[in-house]
């Protein structure tokens, strides 16, 4: 049994690939991994699919990479399957839909992948191949986070916060959240900026909350961009404005809104109607109430 692959590295020479079984480590290099690929050994057949997706010690094929994955996913290897998942779930890869990722991820989750665990516990969250279930994703997501996937800390901390699945605790929630964000998790740090404004598990504390906002926004994350802008508005109306505007570029449709009642009154930016209708128009198309109201009164 593979439980990883891993690509060694000294200087510019790839060394070849690490299993790992019952045995102890084995280290094999590309033409030994083609040689078991030859053999349909289905560690054999992911390790050279992994190496033609990723160009390790090959030449990158990913068409042909894929093939040998999902040849791997119908000889049973669990851990091509995770791959897989991972892979589509990163937008990297649309051979297969949402009903069959949630379908790899709940099979692969039974032999204690943590990716695996973590998409499978989504699938039960949003009802996708398996029934709606909040008690089994808290149960897969804590497997999950257990084995330091802070993505599926994030997710079991939403589980608390809302009572879903599991006995409602926000403190809990708050400390999960955190916790992830300073594992690295993006989502994460969105949220805990939240907890912190709207004294979520805690006490409200605006210093904190646009801390963990920034962090968010400058690690990519839009929506933590558009929140850090509402914190900023008072103080500083000229760069709440550009972080609205990054965040409307982005694609945050509340943020579009926001850009256009900036340049209705005039806040951050100087007054302009005609750039106030172009917002509020991509606002709601993008169905935000208030700038279809808004839209309807300037048009009157």
């Given at each position: 049994k593979v439980l990883y692959l891993m690509l060694r590295w000294t200087c510019m020479e790839q060394q070849g690939f690490i299993f790992e079984g019952s045995d102890g480590k084995v280290e094999l290099n590309i033409d030994q991994v083609q040689e078991m690929a030859a053999r349909n050994d289905p560690d054999g057949v992911y390790a050279l699919a992994m190496a033609y997706i990723f160009g390790w010690d090959i030449d990158m094929d990913e068409a042909k990479g894929f093939e040998l994955l999902n040849k791997a996913i119908d000889m049973g290897n669990t851990d091509a399957m995770a791959l897989m998942v991972r892979l589509y779930m990163q937008d990297e890869y649309d051979g297969i839909d949402n009903e069959r990722a949630a379908e790899l991820a709940v099979t692969a989750a039974k032999d204690g992948?943590?990716?695996?665990?973590?998409?499978?516990?989504?699938?039960?969250?949003?009802?996708?191949?398996?029934?709606?279930?909040?008690?089994?994703?808290?149960?897969?997501?804590?497997?999950?986070?257990?084995?330091?996937?802070?993505?599926?800390?994030?997710?079991?901390a939403y589980l608390y916060e809302n009572g879903l699945g599991v006995v409602r605790d926000e403190t809990k929630a708050l400390k999960m959240y955190r916790t992830a964000a300073r594992g690295g998790s993006i989502n994460a740090m969105y949220h805990t900026g939240v907890c912190y404004e709207f004294g979520v598990?805690?006490?409200?504390?605006?210093?904190l909350a646009k801390e963990w906002y920034l962090k968010g926004s400058q690690a990519g994350d839009a929506f933590a961009t558009e929140r850090l802008g509402h914190?900023?508005?008072?103080?500083?109306?000229?760069?709440?404005?550009?972080?609205?505007?990054?965040?409307?570029?982005?694609?945050?449709?509340?943020a579009m809104g926001t850009v256009g009642f900036c340049y209705l009154s005039g806040t951050g930016t100087e007054a302009d109607r005609d750039e106030a209708r172009k917002w509020l128009r991509m606002a709601a198309d993008n169905d935000v109430p208030e700038a279809v109201d808004a839209l309807r009164s300037l048009e009157q």
């Amino acid at each position: 049994k593979v439980l990883y692959l891993m690509l060694r590295w000294t200087c510019m020479e790839q060394q070849g690939f690490i299993f790992e079984g019952s045995d102890g480590k084995v280290e094999l290099n590309i033409d030994q991994v083609q040689e078991m690929a030859a053999r349909n050994d289905p560690d054999g057949v992911y390790a050279l699919a992994m190496a033609y997706i990723f160009g390790w010690d090959i030449d990158m094929d990913e068409a042909k990479g894929f093939e040998l994955l999902n040849k791997a996913i119908d000889m049973g290897n669990t851990d091509a399957m995770a791959l897989m998942v991972r892979l589509y779930m990163q937008d990297e890869y649309d051979g297969i839909d949402n009903e069959r990722a949630a379908e790899l991820a709940v099979t692969a989750a039974k032999d204690g992948i943590p990716d695996a665990q973590m998409y499978a516990g989504l699938a039960y969250m949003d009802g996708v191949y398996v029934e709606q279930d909040y008690s089994k994703a808290a149960k897969l997501l804590s497997l999950a986070a257990n084995q330091g996937e802070q993505e599926a800390r994030t997710s079991l901390a939403y589980l608390y916060e809302n009572g879903l699945g599991v006995v409602r605790d926000e403190t809990k929630a708050l400390k999960m959240y955190r916790t992830a964000a300073r594992g690295g998790s993006i989502n994460a740090m969105y949220h805990t900026g939240v907890c912190y404004e709207f004294g979520v598990g805690t006490k409200v504390n605006l210093d904190l909350a646009k801390e963990w906002y920034l962090k968010g926004s400058q690690a990519g994350d839009a929506f933590a961009t558009e929140r850090l802008g509402h914190l900023t508005l008072e103080e500083d109306p000229s760069d709440a404005f550009e972080l609205f505007l990054r965040a409307a570029l982005e694609g945050v449709p509340t943020a579009m809104g926001t850009v256009g009642f900036c340049y209705l009154s005039g806040t951050g930016t100087e007054a302009d109607r005609d750039e106030a209708r172009k917002w509020l128009r991509m606002a709601a198309d993008n169905d935000v109430p208030e700038a279809v109201d808004a839209l309807r009164s300037l048009e009157q």
